[in-house]
C-alpha cells in the first residue's frame, strides 16, 4: 500500500529528530515495528525511534500535518489494532528512572519495563503497583488502570497513584499536568488509555514493600473441582492483604516449561499475601492440603521475584485473548467454568484465569480518575496462542468462555484487558460508567479533535 507524505515534511522530520525514521523498505523497520504481540503484524507508513519528548513532538506535528493517525509502542505490549499507514513513534528509548526515596516516587520514561522499575525502587525498601508480567511497560499499564496482583486489593489501583504526567498533545505541545494543573486533562489520562496523547515521563506513588508470602501451587486434572472449591473457601475470608488467583493451563511440552507441566491440563493457584509467613502458612493450609501438589513455590520471597507468581510469558508470541468481569464466584460459577474450560473439554484456549478484585480496588481513589468498573469482585481471563491469522479460529472458543459465565458477568472491562475483539465504541465503552465515557467523549473532542489518537481501544470524539 502506498501513503502520500508530504517528502519536504519527511526530510525535516529526519533533522528535527534525534533517533531513526524509517519507512517500510528501509533496514531496521521490522524490528522498530514489532510489538510482543506477532498475531499482529505492523506496517505504519513511516516508524519513529524518538529519544526524547522533543523527538515525540516532532512525530506527532508530523503526522498531523499528513493527515497521519499516531501509534505508540514501548514494550510492545498492548497493541491490539493495526497501525498501518499511521505514524509509528516507538519509545523505547526513553527509559529513565529516577527514584525519590523521600517522597516515595519514581520518575519513569515513557517505555520502562516493570521488572526494571521493581528493582531500582527496591533498593531504596519500596515498590511500585506491579502487574503481573515482569516486561510490559509502566506507563501504558498505569494508563489503562494498573491492576496489580500482588498489591492491588491493599492500595488499589496503579492509576490511583499518579502523582503527576508529561504528555504531548495532538497540538504536538508538550504539557505537564497533575492534579491542580489542566485537572481535566489528568483526569482522563488516569484510565483512558493512549487516548489523549503520547505520556512521555509518569512521576507515581511508590509503597514501603520489599517482600510478602507467595507463590505457585500446580495441581494435577483429576483434583480440578476440590481445588476450586478450596480457591472459594479462602476468598471468602481472605484479607485485603492477600489476593489469590487461579488458572486453568494447557502448557505444551517445551523447554521452557517445567516438566511437571508440559502437555497436561493443570490447575495453577497464584498467591499473594503480604503477612508474615507464618500468617500466610495458616491462611492457604487448606488450600494446599486439599490435593498433592505438582509443584509448590510457595514461600517468603523478595518483592523482586513476584514475576514468578503468576509465570506470565516473557517472549513474543501470537495470542488471542477475551476477558469479562464478574459479580461473584458462587459454586455454580465454579462448576460452570469446569464444565466449559476444565480437563474433559476440547479447546485450543491454553489459559483460563480467574483473578480475586475487591478491597481497595473497589474504593475510590484519593484522587478522581476515569478508572471505572470498580465494583467487580472477580475478572475472567483467558488466551489462546497460535500462529498469527487465526483470530476468527479463536473467536468461537473464547466466546463460548463467555457464554457460560455470562450469568455472573457485570457487563463491564477493564480497560487494559480490552483485546483485539473489542475494538468497537461499544466494546470500549463497557470499560466505563456510562458518565465517565461521556467525559471522556468531551474531553477528546477538547484535546484531539481529529483523533490523531486512534490506533488503539479507541474513544472517538
Partial sequence: MTYVIDRRDLARLTTEVAGPVLLPDDEGYAGETATWNT???????????????ADVQAAVRFADANGLPVAVVATGHGAVVPADGAVMINVRRIDGIDVDARSRTATIGAAVPAQRLIEAAAG??????????PNVGVVGYVLGGGLSPTLGRSYGFAADHVRSAEIVTSDGSLRRIDADHEPELFWAIRGGQGNFGVVTS??????????????SLYFAAEHVTPVVE????????????????????????????PEPLRDRFTVHVRIAYLGSAAQGERLVADLRGTAPTLIDTVAEMPYTSIAGIHADPVEPAPTYEMSALLRELPAE???????????????????????????????????????????????????????????????????????????????GRQANFLTGYDTTAEAVARAYE??????????????DPRNLFRVNHNIAP
Avoid: C, H
Avoid at 230 to 257: C, D, H, I, K, N
Fill in 124 to 133: 531504596v525498601g519500596l515498590a511500585p503497583l506491579a502487574g503481573s508480567s
Fill in 434 to 447: 456510562p458518565d465517565t465515557y461521556r467525559r471522556l467523549v468531551r474531553l477528546k473532542r477538547a484535546f
Fill in 202 to 215: 509518569l512521576t507515581i506513588d511508590l509503597v514501603p514493600t520489599t517482600s510478602l508470602y507467595g507463590g
Fill in 333 to 411: 460459577a465454579a462448576q460452570a467454568l469446569v464444565a466449559a474450560a476444565g480437563p474433559d473439554v476440547d479447546t485450543p484456549v491454553g489459559m483460563i484465569e480467574i483473578r480475586q478484585l475487591g478491597g481497595a480496588l473497589a474504593r475510590a481513589p484519593r484522587v478522581p480518575n476515569a478508572v471505572g468498573n470498580r465494583d467487580a469482585a472477580f475478572q475472567l481471563s483467558a488466551a489462546g496462542f497460535g500462529a498469527p491469522g487465526r483470530a476468527e479460529e479463536f473467536r468461537a472458543p473464547l466466546a463460548a468462555l463467555a457464554d457460560a459465565m455470562a450469568p455472573w458477568a457485570t457487563g
Fill in 39 to 53: 498475531a499482529l503484524v505492523q506496517r505504519p507508513a513511516v516508524v519513529v525511534g524518538a529519544t526524547s519528548a
Fill in 230 to 257: 478450596a480457591y472459594r473457601r479462602l476468598v471468602a475470608v481472605g484479607p485485603e492483604e492477600s489476593t489469590v488467583s487461579f488458572a486453568f493451563l494447557r502448557l505444551p511440552s517445551a523447554p521452557t516449561v
